[in-house]
């Protein structure tokens, strides 16, 4: 790795530290500075701003989940490990981020939450085909793909939402718990 990069991966590191722990408003170029004992000028050259390097961590982000699901997929081949996997890989990977940063980017940087709602939809819609997988190999009993996958990514949506979370203090995490257990189960009780 040249210098110019082995530089900007510490940036990053360290503004994810940061921003992950006390959210994208708190967090200043000066600290950032402080933690890589550089100057800011250093990071200025490199980055124009806090907002340029919040765009660089959210698209750093969304690679590592890209190939973290590719990895997946090729590991696994029955559908429900490969869906059970991925939600094992967004709740270690997105988690933290949703406790402050993402619930300051929707109101900071409008353009960039968006981009990564998109993200989050693209990835969401994955789960067509494995569901479509599942309903034919008996893994899955037989659903709609298409209104199974709708459902879902409703869900999604509604706890990606940081005004959801905070209203109902929830954390990421147990608002996803929930989901999954009422996406799989459903909402009947058991006779028994």
């Known amino acids: 790795m040249d210098n110019s990069r082995l530089v900007k991966e510490k940036i990053l ?12 408003r708190k967090v200043t170029m000066d600290e950032i500075a402080l ?13 124009v701003g806090k907002e340029d390097i919040a765009k660089a961590l959210v698209k ?9 699901l ?5 590991v696994q081949k029955d559908p429900l490990m490969i869906f059970s996997d991925s939600v094992l890989l967004l709740r270690k990977q997105l988690g933290p981020w949703f406790e402050h940063f993402f619930r300051e980017i929707p109101a900071e940087l409008p353009a960039l939450w968006e981009e ?4 989050r ?7 067509h085909s494995l569901v479509g997988k599942g309903s034919k190999n008996g893994t899955f009993r037989r659903v709609n793909p298409s209104i199974a996958t709708e459902a879902y990514l409703g869900a999604v949506k509604a706890i990606t ?7 109902e203090n929830l954390t ?3 608002a996803l718990d929930a989901i999954l257990d009422i996406w799989s189960n459903g909402i009947l009780k058991t006779r028994g």
């Not at 933690?35 to 980055?47: A, C, E, G, W």
């Not at 939402?161 to 209203?167: A, G, K, T, V």
């Open 172 to 174: 990421f995490d147990q």
């Open 121 to 127: 939809n693209e990835k969401i819609m994955g789960i």
């Open 13 to 24: 590191n360290a503004s994810e530290k940061r921003m992950v722990k006390f959210g994208y």
């Open 161 to 167: 939402n940081p005004r959801f979370l905070e209203q």
């Open 70 to 74: 590719i990895n997946i997929e090729k």
């Open 116 to 119: 990564f709602l998109d993200f």
């Open 35 to 47: 933690d890589l004992h550089m100057s800011k000028n250093t990071i200025y050259k490199v980055f």
């Open 60 to 68: 750093r982000l969304q690679q590592q989940l890209n190939a973290g």
